[in-house]
């Protein structure tokens, strides 16, 4: 079993940056690829980010060149996303996942971008 816990959610200005973070425990040395998916109000949760064991990140059009993922430290398989010049349609549940023999999930953190 492995278990996320995201973090850094808010509220922050059309044109803001906010980074999240999420933090496994469990039996986290199975974990390979991990992270972001979001949901906004009334659609379907969106893949937004990704990034593999060895760091390589691939990401949404509707994301790309404005969010960043990071995952440091390999070991204790924490990851970030850095997201930058927020804009009112990133509103969205984040939620950040981990891929070992299953898929986990976290609790998803909330991120609102006010015009």
């Known amino acids: 079993q492995v278990q996320l816990v995201e973090s850094g959610g808010g509220l922050v200005q059309a044109g803001g940056s906010l980074r999240l973070s999420c933090a496994t425990s469990g039996s986290t040395f199975s974990i390979d690829t991990m992270g972001w998916y979001r949901q906004a109000p009334g659609k379907q949760r969106e893949l937004a980010a990704t990034?593999?064991?060895?760091?390589?990140?691939?990401y949404s059009d509707s994301v790309k060149g404005r969010f960043a993922a990071s995952r440091p430290n390999r070991l204790k398989n924490i990851v970030y996303l850095q997201m930058n010049n927020l804009e009112p349609s990133d509103t969205a549940v984040y939620y950040c996942?981990?891929?070992?023999?299953?898929?986990?999930w976290g609790q998803g953190t909330q991120v609102t971008v006010s015009a």
């Open positions: 996942y981990a891929k070992s023999t299953e898929l986990y």
């Open positions: 990034i593999s064991a060895v760091g390589g990140a691939n």
